[in-house]
């Protein structure tokens, strides 16, 4: 099993700034898939940015240009970089990962991780 645990959520004005990390331990794959999504109460789990093992990234069109999505292997810790917030932007973000390297906009589904964090809220006014 892998283990996934968000950290840096918070408060933030319009127009500022979040780093959201996602600390991965368990079973390790050498082909892998990690993303992040947020989701507001009502509404589906929306994709916003993933990497996998190739480094293929892919990003939904209301984040491009705002959101990076980056890691760290040595520390296996995956990054989202939240720059322009927006008070939208508002929601629960979850990191989830699966063991098969999706590549490209595929990989913004969420039926396609089978492990996810707990999530970590970010609210922007």
């Known amino acids: 099993h892998v283990q996934l645990v968000e950290s840096g959520g918070g408060s933030v004005q319009a127009g500022g700034s979040l780093r959201l990390s996602c600390a991965a331990s368990?079973?390790?794959?050498?082909?892998?898939?990690m993303g992040w999504f947020r989701q507001v109460p009502g509404k589906e789990r929306e994709g916003l940015a993933t990497i996998d093992s190739r480094g293929i990234t892919a990003y939904a069109d209301s984040v491009k240009g705002r959101f990076t999505i980056s890691q760290d292997n040595w520390k296996n810790i995956l990054y989202l970089q939240l720059n322009s917030l927006k008070p939208e932007d508002t929601a629960m973000y979850y990191c989830?990962?699966?063991?098969?390297?999706?590549?490209?906009?595929?990989?913004?589904?969420?039926?396609?991780?089978?492990?996810w964090g707990q999530g970590t809220q970010v609210t922007v006014s």
């Open positions: 368990g079973r390790t794959y050498s082909k892998w898939c």
């Open positions: 989830a990962a699966s063991h098969y390297p999706y590549g490209g906009v595929i990989a913004l589904t969420a039926t396609l991780y089978r492990y």
